[in-house]
């Protein structure tokens, strides 16, 4: 595989910035099988951005030659007090984890928090490091990362979460750190701290954020607040209606689409939009819009573009598009809801 190939299936989407470009370019000339990683919280339920727009970016860079990692935090998780705080729960559930990015993700590696720090001797010696170069405010303006705000009432260890963080990317010693969107904080951290201690600083890649299904806060603020509104409007397990899991059925997955935001000739903050830009056109070359023969018959698009130019245009009705979305994101899903049939009995406690 030649060198444009590579950088185009790290670069394409869901991937929305790489800093820098031109480090990735150097780094996979210089570098045969770069070392990547994702590090994720456990926090319940998989959905379509947890599991499955996060793995069409991890599967972009198993495809460029990348040795690929998914780091499962769970001291992270249990300090953001994720699964109600209960180590036993995020325990049961990293299992969960490691199963569906397996399965997802043929080829990635699993590596877990809690054997990091045990098999990492100096890793605590580099928090502190690490540490000393951040001062309180800066820590503070990091807890985006955790979904969290500096004005919330925290407790002690909440704040040691981010040069934790930092102290991973170190442990791990990476070529390659990948995230989404909310993650970029920590990531520009580590472009400023790991010179001064004279460490390998790693080329960052941030994925799109994936949105709910609602309606999201905030829609045309400024864009010094966009960010936190699309990190505040993304997908997540705790707005079930919002969110479509890797366990919904087609029934389901209807039902939830069908009442999605999704405003008539409008594109900004259309979370249908997204899906089919972000999930369907990731894996399908063709989007068939089915109608009545009298508002025009079938239509089939061959690039998000088409689609978003005849919706800005009111040439398809958003119920015609919602009921062709849910049947391609049914077909998304259904290897991974298949995978874990007659295993949802245990997740039932997530």
């Known amino acids: ?7 185009y299936l790290i670069t394409k989407a869901p991937t929305e910035e790489v800093i820098t470009t031109d480090e990735l370019k150097s780094l996979l000339e210089t570098i045969d099988h770069p070392k990547h990683y994702i ?20 599967n972009d860079f198993i495809k460029a030659q990348v040795h690929s990692t998914v780091f499962l ?47 990492t001797y100096d890793y605590w ?40 963080q930092a102290a991973d ?19 520009m951290l580590v472009r400023e701290i790991f010179p001064k201690l004279r460490w390998k600083v790693p080329t960052s890649v941030h994925h799109h954020l994936l949105p709910g299904l609602s309606e999201p806060s905030g829609l045309g603020l400024s864009t010094s607040r966009s960010e936190d509104v699309r990190i505040s409007s993304k997908m997540s397990k705790t707005k079930p209606a919002s969110s479509i899991t890797i366990h919904d059925d087609e029934t389901i997955i209807k039902s939830k689409v069908s009442k999605a935001f999704c405003p008539v000739g409008k ?17 399908f070359t063709e989007f068939n819009v089915e109608r009545p023969a009298k508002f025009g018959g079938d239509v089939t698009y061959a690039s998000y573009e088409e689609v978003e130019n005849d919706y800005l245009k009111n040439k398809i009705h958003p119920m015609d598009m919602k009921n062709a979305t849910a049947y391609y994101i049914n077909k998304v899903i259904e290897p991974v809801r298949m995978h874990f049939r007659g295993k949802e009995p245990n997740l039932d406690r997530l």
Not at 128 to 153: C, F, N, P, Y
Request: overall charge negative; glycine content about 6%.
């Open 1 to 7: 595989m030649d060198l444009a190939e590579r950088l």
């Open 39 to 58: 590090g994720l919280e456990i926090s319940g339920l998989l959905h379509l951005g947890s599991l499955v727009l996060t793995g069409f970016k991890i």
């Open 73 to 119: 935090a769970d001291w992270h998780s249990y300090i953001n007090n994720k699964l109600d705080g209960s180590w036993e729960k995020i325990q049961s559930a990293t299992k969960y984890y490691s199963d569906a990015f397996k399965f997802f993700c043929p080829g990635v590696n699993i590596m877990l928090g809690s054997e990091l720090y045990n098999n």
């Open 125 to 164: 010696q580099n928090f502190v490091h690490i540490a000393k170069r951040m001062t309180l405010q800066r820590t503070l303006r990091s807890l985006t990362i955790m979904g969290r705000h500096e004005r919330e009432d925290l407790d002690f260890a909440q704040l040691l979460y981010p040069p934790m």
């Open 169 to 187: 990317i170190k442990a791990l010693e990476v070529d390659i750190v990948h995230a989404g969107m909310d993650q970029r904080k920590i990531h």
């Open 267 to 283: 594109v900004e903050g259309n979370p249908i939009l997204e899906l089919i830009k972000f999930i369907v056109f990731h894996e």
